[in-house]
């Protein structure tokens, strides 16, 4: 049975419901893993993943009820999948953000019935080619050992509604997550990127920078808590910004329960968090980093509501030149705040003044600073400053007159991303990135290294 078959049946079972959405979502994927300078895994996997969202009208409103299935159900499993969704939504309570379905603006696409594509293997051998030179290039020098994962895949994505919406979207996505240790297993450096196609990524660059980094910082050096001036590659901004993103609800914000929410009631819309003329973005058509146009809600939340599924999605600018212009919005909330509709899009940007300096060149223009490669363990403190505590991994380095002099001990800092932003002292040029902690849940963002001065490092030791 295909996607779209699979949507259809569920809608011909919903008997019980006042309406149904399906959501169906197939992902093929191709990946490779590697470790001592060896691969160690390929392969191709496919799975599939069903979403029935059923609703059940009353006096005091709409209620919703979410039920999943992993696999390929039967037309039995099928219809009490249904039947259990509709019986939960009558049990429920009439939902916050509820609103009428979205109706199709026309009929549905042409490629409706089509088959997902196939696992893209043939999109990763370019870059096994690559990971083949550099394995050997590794060798060669003894001095250095790499270790990942690089996986590319499609996911097609069905969503169909009872009141005859029916969309599809093919998703492409790539990711790469690299490691360079040294030869004793002491020292190690991290790079990651993420995007539709890896076809693009400089693999041997990239591993001839991390190899390099390990190379120049053979002293061990100690890191006394305090506050420093830290350079923050794009993939640390990208953990920090994620964060912000995805606590940014506006309904949350409005009733008082985030770092977003207004002394004495609202919201921050309209203030400045950042000195530096920082813009922080959104768009289903970015170049790179194109995601799926429409609203895909598995469940409701503040990020989403499932009521909006199939909302077409348009580019949206968070914070313009440091300033904090929107918060997510559903309909539901952008209707009782006044507010235009800014719903949460599958990627996002962070960019300052044309002309951002490389990583590289801002540590050859630092006095002395701290080179951190990657955060890692962030976990929220206080939802009311957005707090979080976090620890880094895979390299500190200590900068001094523009050469890194000496490596660090890993540290636990304690830093919230929005107060951060305003001690931003410079902004380097934006490329696309893979947050660390946050890879396989959130890739599609673009990043530029960050100079933060103050950065509160709250615990130093060989524990962390």
């Known amino acids: 049975m295909s996607g779209a078959e699979l949507a259809e049946r569920v809608l011909a079972h919903a008997r019980d419901a006042d309406d149904v959405l399906a959501i169906v979502d197939e992902t093929a994927?191709?990946?490779?893993?590697?470790?001592?300078?060896?691969?160690?895994?390929s392969g191709a996997t496919r799975h599939r993943?069903?979403?029935?969202?059923?609703?059940?009208?009353?006096?005091?409103?709409?209620?919703?009820?979410?039920?999943?299935?992993?696999?390929?159900?039967?037309?039995?499993?099928?219809?009490?999948?249904?039947?259990?969704?509709?019986?939960?939504?009558?049990?429920?309570?009439?939902?916050?953000?509820?609103?009428?379905?979205?109706?199709?603006?026309?009929?549905?696409?042409?490629?409706?019935?089509?088959?997902p594509p196939d696992a893209p293997v043939d999109r990763l051998r370019g870059f096994a080619t690559d990971l083949g030179a550099?394995?050997?290039?590794?060798?060669?020098?003894?001095?250095?050992?790499?270790?990942?994962?690089?996986?590319?895949?499609?996911?097609?994505?069905?969503?169909?509604?009872?009141?005859?919406?029916?969309?599809?979207?093919?998703?492409?996505?790539?990711?790469l997550d690299l490691t360079v240790r040294d030869a004793d297993g002491r020292a190690s450096a991290w790079a990651g990127t993420a995007g539709e196609d890896l076809?693009?990524?400089?693999?041997?660059?990239?591993?001839?920078?991390?190899?390099?980094?390990?190379?120049?910082?053979?002293?061990?050096?100690?890191?006394?808590?305090?506050?420093?001036?830290?350079?923050l590659p794009p993939a640390c901004v990208a953990d920090l910004m994620l964060h912000l993103y995805l606590n940014a609800g506006a309904a949350d914000a409005a009733d008082g329960r985030t770092v977003f929410s207004a002394p004495g009631g609202g919201t921050r819309v309209g203030q400045r968090l950042a000195a530096a003329p920082l813009t922080l973005r959104s768009d289903p058509a970015e170049p790179g980093l194109a995601c799926v146009p429409f609203v895909v809600a598995r469940a409701s939340g503040a990020a989403g509501s499932v009521f909006d599924n199939g909302l077409s999605l348009a580019a949206t600018r968070w914070i313009v030149d440091g300033e904090l212009r929107a918060l997510v919005h559903t309909r539901h909330s952008a209707r009782e705040a006044g507010e235009p509709l800014t719903p949460q899009v599958d990627n996002l940007v962070l960019e300052g003044p044309p002309g951002g300096r490389s990583l590289a060149e801002m540590v050859a223009g630092t006095e002395r600073g701290l080179l951190v490669t990657c955060l890692w363990y962030l976990r929220d403190v206080d939802p009311r400053t957005l707090l979080l505590t976090g620890l880094t991994r895979?390299?500190?380095?200590?900068?001094?007159?523009?050469e890194v002099v000496g490596e660090l001990p890993d540290f636990r800092f304690n830093e919230s991303p929005v107060a951060l932003l305003d001690r931003v002292v410079e902004v380097g040029?934006?490329?696309?990135?893979?947050?660390?902690?946050?890879?396989?849940?959130?890739?599609?963002?673009?990043?530029?290294?960050?100079?933060?001065?103050?950065?509160?490092?709250?615990?130093?030791?060989?524990?962390?």
């Open 134 to 175: 550099v394995f050997r290039r590794s060798r060669a020098d003894g001095g250095h050992a790499l270790y990942g994962y690089a996986e590319q895949q499609t996911t097609t994505t069905w969503l169909a509604s009872s009141t005859g919406l029916r969309l599809r979207h093919v998703q492409p996505t790539s990711v």
């Open 394 to 402: 895979d390299g500190v380095y200590l900068v001094e007159r523009g």
């Open 429 to 464: 040029a934006t490329e696309r990135t893979l947050p660390r902690e946050w890879g396989d849940y959130f890739t599609r963002m673009a990043m530029p290294p960050l100079r933060v001065a103050d950065f509160a490092v709250s615990e130093v030791g060989p524990a962390l």
């Open 49 to 115: 993943r069903l979403t029935v969202v059923a609703l059940a009208g009353g006096a005091a409103g709409a209620a919703a009820a979410v039920v999943g299935h992993g696999g390929a159900p039967d037309d039995d499993e099928l219809a009490e999948l249904v039947a259990q969704a509709a019986r939960t939504a009558r049990r429920n309570e009439p939902a916050p953000d509820a609103e009428p379905l979205i109706a199709p603006a026309g009929p549905p696409p042409p490629s409706w019935n089509d088959p």
């Open 29 to 41: 994927a191709a990946h490779l893993r590697w470790a001592g300078n060896a691969l160690t895994t």
């Open 199 to 231: 076809s693009g990524v400089d693999l041997p660059g990239l591993a001839a920078g991390l190899a390099g980094r390990l190379g120049t910082a053979r002293r061990r050096l100690p890191l006394p808590p305090g506050r420093y001036e830290v350079l």
